[in-house]
C-alpha cells in the first residue's frame, strides 16, 4: 500500500486469507483487510465478496463490527443501496446494545463513508469529523491497530469534498505526523498527493512541491492512482 503496489498488496492478503493454520478470527481479519484494500482500489465487487466471506468467520467474534462494517460501505459501493441501509442498521443496532465508544464511533464512520460515495459531502463531513472528534487522541504505538489513520483520510476527503480545506489539511497533516499511520500506509501515501493540492490551493507553492515529490518517492512506481502520479509530475516539472 506505501508504494502503490496493488497487485502485490492483494495477493498478500488474498496468500493471508487462504493460510490453513488460520483462526476463523484471524481469517476473518485478513478478508476485512483484504476487502479494505478492493474497495480503495476501486473493485467494490470483489470488495463484497470478502466482506460477506469474512462476515461467516466473524459472526460473534470481536471482528463481527469490522465485517458488518465494510459489508455495508461495498454494498454501497456496488449500488445495492436497500442492502447497505440494512446492514447500516444492524450495525447501529449491535452497537447501541454494548454500548461501545469504538463502536459507535464506527457508525458514524460508515454513515459518513456511504454520504460520500453517494456525493453528499456535507453529510459525509459531518458524520466523519464526528467520528473524528471521537478517536482518543493517540492510538496504541505497538497495537492492536487502531483506525485513526483510516478515519483522519476518509474525513480529509469528505472534507475535501464539502470545500472544507483547513480541516482537511489538518488532518491530512496529522495523519502524516502521527504513529497510527503504521496501520493505514495506503492512506498515507495518498495524504501527501492531496495535501499538495490544498497547498497549491493555498497558493503555497514550496510546500505543494514538498508534498508532490514524497507521494512520488512513493508511488512513481506503483500502479495505483496513476491519473495522480501524472499530476503530480506535471506539477514537478513547471
Known amino acids: 500500500g506505501a508504494r502503490g503496489k496493488s497487485q502485490t498488496e492483494l495477493e498478500l492478503?488474498?496468500?493471508?486469507?487462504r493460510i490453513p493454520r488460520l483462526s476463523a478470527q484471524q481469517r476473518a481479519a485478513a478478508r476485512i483487510r483484504l476487502a479494505t484494500a478492493l474497495l480503495r482500489q476501486g473493485k467494490p465487487t470483489s470488495?463484497?465478496?470478502?466482506?460477506?466471506?469474512?462476515?461467516?468467520?466473524?459472526r460473534g467474534r470481536a471482528n463481527e463490527f469490522a465485517a458488518l462494517h465494510l459489508l455495508a460501505i461495498a454494498q454501497a459501493s456496488s449500488g445495492r443501496k436497500?442492502?447497505?441501509?440494512?446492514?447500516?442498521?444492524?450495525?447501529e443496532s449491535r452497537a447501541k446494545v454494548l454500548p461501545s465508544e469504538r463502536e459507535l464511533r464506527r457508525?458514524?464512520?460508515?454513515r459518513?463513508?456511504?454520504a460520500l460515495q453517494e456525493g453528499d459531502a456535507?453529510?459525509?463531513?459531518?458524520?466523519?469529523?464526528?467520528a473524528s472528534a471521537m478517536l482518543p487522541v493517540h492510538g496504541p504505538a505497538p497495537g492492536p491497530p487502531s483506525s485513526h489513520g483510516d478515519i483522519w483520510y476518509a474525513a480529509a476527503l469528505a472534507n475535501i469534498k464539502a470545500g472544507q480545506d483547513a480541516e482537511a489539511a489538518r488532518l491530512l497533516a496529522r495523519l502524516q505526523s502521527g504513529h497510527e499511520r503504521a496501520f493505514a500506509m495506503d492512506?498515507?501515501?495518498?495524504s501527501f498527493f492531496l495535501l499538495g493540492q490544498i497547498y497549491e490551493r493555498r497558493g503555497d507553492a514550496a510546500r505543494a512541491r514538498a508534498q508532490y515529490t514524497r507521494f512520488?518517492?512513493?508511488w512513481r512506481d506503483g500502479d495505483l492512482e496513476r491519473g495522480w502520479v501524472a499530476e503530480a509530475q506535471k506539477k514537478l516539472a513547471r
Open 13 to 17: 492478503l488474498e496468500r493471508a486469507a
Open 47 to 58: 470488495a463484497l465478496a470478502q466482506a460477506e466471506l469474512a462476515l461467516v468467520d466473524a
Open 82 to 91: 436497500a442492502e447497505a441501509a440494512k446492514t447500516l442498521a444492524l450495525l
Open 107 to 110: 457508525v458514524h464512520w460508515v
Open 112 to 114: 459518513g463513508e456511504i
Open 122 to 130: 456535507q453529510t459525509a463531513s459531518a458524520q466523519l469529523n464526528k
Open 187 to 190: 492512506a498515507w501515501a495518498r
Open 216 to 218: 512520488l518517492e512513493l
